[in-house]
């Protein structure tokens, strides 16, 4: 039997909390380049295996709390004021909860997020980590680095990685309370290091990252190889970055990339995230890599894609895509 969440925190709250009156913390987004697929305990959100990826700097989610005046919680995204059962207000109160105990003040928290609405990327890695740094610093509660990650962790699992900068590597822990599965900053640099995010298709997913895990882990048979691979994948993707191996690291990031999706193809009922569109790109990229441009791609649970490459080549790959609009460089290092 899993340990609940609160049980969890609680054992790391101060006796009595000491809210402040305002705080505000923001968290950078971050594209995996070794993917966390599939869950062991579904309560704590810990993974089945560990994973890496790449923060994007100052692309992510600022986020505040204050008191409110008004008798009740308030919740904003991108200063628009949400009804209090919205999916978003609903995932951000229920976090709240854990940490605030008997307090009943109420609070106002504000996320907004100034990642380009184009960029189709996922904001809740970014904004649960923002929340639980904003909550650390709002109950003044002391936490380690550790914690952070562990706790973010709990509210989304990706969000254990926005806690850093920088290439960050998430150990997926071993201990029944999850305590140790939590992020790392690696001490790596890579200046020239760049991530596109090419949008090739809009529109809601069906079905969100957390069902499509579980569904995977329950019905997929190729699953099964998942977890090794990653773990291989992680050792190598280390080492590319550790020697700046473009090639290395674009070769085993993508491979990681396809892996997972083919193990969410491989389920019933099947969960094909590629859009007619997200296929062209695919080839357009194959196609670009052929004529000599070292490029890769990762996708998440989603149709677009992720460009992984180096600034040198920047020109060639943006002159290659002149009518998907919206590659949106992002320059983790410089
Ligand atoms: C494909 O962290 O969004 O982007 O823990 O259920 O909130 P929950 O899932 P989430 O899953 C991210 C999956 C991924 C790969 C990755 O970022 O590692």
Redesign the pocket.
């Known amino acids: 039997m899993s340990i609940s969440k609160q049980e969890v925190v609680s054992r790391y709250l101060p006796e009595v909390l000491q809210p402040g009156t305002r705080a505000e913390a923001f968290a950078p987004s971050?594209?995996?380049l070794c993917?966390?697929?599939g869950?062991r305990d579904v309560e704590l959100?810990l993974p089945i295996n560990s994973?890496l990826?790449i923060s994007l700097g100052d692309l992510g989610s600022l986020t505040s709390i204050t008191e409110s005046e008004i008798g009740v919680d308030q919740v904003y995204l991108n200063d628009e004021a949400l009804s209090a059962d919205s999916r978003f207000a609903k995932k951000v109160l229920a976090f709240l909860e854990l940490f605030r105990r008997e307090l009943r003040q109420p609070v106002i928290v504000r996320t907004t997020n100034n990642i380009p609405t184009a960029a189709g990327l996922?904001s809740?890695?970014s904004g649960f980590a923002a929340l639980t740094l904003a909550i650390n610093d709002f109950y003044g509660l002391e936490l380690s680095d550790n914690c952070l990650s562990a706790f973010a962790?709990m509210?989304?699992?990706?969000?254990s990685?926005s806690i850093y900068q920088g290439f960050v590597e998430w150990n997926k822990g071993s201990s029944v309370d999850g305590m140790d599965s939590c992020a790392q900053q690696l001490d790596y640099k890579w200046p020239g290091f760049r991530i596109g995010l090419l949008k090739v298709a809009i529109g809601e997913k069906k079905v969100?990252?957390?069902a499509g895990?579980q569904r995977t882990v329950e019905s997929a048979a190729l699953y099964g190889a998942w977890p090794q691979q990653a773990e291989n994948d992680l050792v190598t993707i280390k080492r590319a970055i550790v020697d700046r191996d473009l090639q290395l690291l674009g070769q085993t990031a993508e491979h990681n990339a396809l892996s997972?999706h083919a193990t969410m193809i491989a389920s019933w009922p099947p969960l094909l995230y590629w859009q007619p569109e997200s296929v062209a790109a695919m080839h357009r990229v194959w196609e670009l890599r052929e004529s000599g441009v070292s490029i890769y791609l990762t996708m998440?649970?989603g149709p677009n894609l992720k460009l992984i490459y180096q600034q040198a080549d920047e020109s060639r790959i943006r002159d290659a895509f002149p009518e998907l609009l919206d590659v949106d460089i992002v320059a983790p290092f410089d």
């Not at 509210?155 to 969000?159: D, E, K, L, N």
């Open positions: 971050n594209i995996a993917k966390y697929w869950k959100n994973s990826s996922a809740s890695a962790r509210g989304s699992g990706s969000a990685r969100d990252s957390r895990m997972m998440d649970a």
